[in-house]
């Protein structure tokens, strides 16, 4: 029911918990991870009969990482629907 989506937070050890690695292991790799997270698209597919279609929409438009918080993530707005 967001009318607009804001920044999430996620802090280094709850993405050490995710990743299931150690939080040194975050700190040293935090490049590598939010690359990773802005580079993936959603994929959303629709097969109508033989009909089909498809949309890719990149689901983070922003990272930003902060030593003392963690990763700002900003979802896409084109994900609301």
């Known amino acids: 029911?967001?009318?607009e989506l804001k920044p999430y937070v996620i802090t280094i050890p709850e993405i050490?918990?995710?990743?299931?690695?150690?939080?040194?292991?975050?700190y040293r790799d935090i490049?590598?991870?939010t690359n990773?997270?802005?580079?993936?698209?959603?994929?959303i597919k629709d097969i109508d009969g033989?009909?089909?279609s498809w949309v890719k929409i990149p689901w983070v438009?922003?990272?930003v990482y902060?030593?003392?918080a963690g990763?700002?993530?900003?979802?896409?707005?084109?994900?609301?629907?």
């Open 36 to 43: 990773d997270i802005i580079s993936n698209p959603v994929f």
């Open 1 to 3: 029911d967001d009318v």
């Open 61 to 63: 438009t922003k990272c």
């Open 50 to 52: 033989k009909k089909a």
């Open 71 to 81: 990763v700002a993530i900003k979802l896409n707005d084109e994900l609301k629907p």
């Open 31 to 33: 490049d590598e991870v």
């Open 16 to 26: 050490a918990d995710l990743l299931g690695v150690s939080t040194s292991n975050v």
């Open 66 to 68: 902060h030593s003392e």
